[in-house]
Nanobody
């Protein structure tokens, strides 16, 4: 019913910036929360940033002041603006969302396939 597709990853030098996008498509009633997660080799997937349906946000301590999450509800899209990137930010970044497929259905979690972000020193 729902597909999340990330874009915007790539290779960037330390101190540079990238902007990730994630678009939800398919048939669904409403998107509740959206977030960005990342997984580096050998590590577990971790929360990077989260944004609620009303626009409230929270961030991992490691990215506060550098990353900004935002959403465009009309476009069913969530963004992650990443500034002052560091080599330790290198990871596969995943978009996640909690979505009601139908008005009488409970929230379900969906994941994108991920986009690679590599920061060189």
């Amino acid at each position: 019913q729902v597909q999340l597709v990330e874009s915007g990853g790539g290779l960037v030098q330390a101190g540079g910036s990238l902007r990730l996008s994630c678009v939800a498509s398919g048939r669904f009633f409403v998107i509740n929360t959206m977030g960005w997660y990342r997984q580096a080799p050998g590590n577990q997937r971790e929360l990077v940033a989260h944004i609620g349906s009303g626009g409230s946000t929270n961030y991992a301590d490691s990215v506060k002041g550098r990353f900004t999450i935002s959403r465009d509800n009309a476009k069913n899209t969530v963004y992650l603006q990443m500034n002052s990137l560091k080599p330790e930010d290198t990871a596969v970044y995943y978009c996640g969302a909690s979505i009601m497929v139908g008005s009488l259905r409970p929230l379900e979690n969906y994941w994108g396939q991920g986009t690679q972000v590599t920061v060189s020193s």
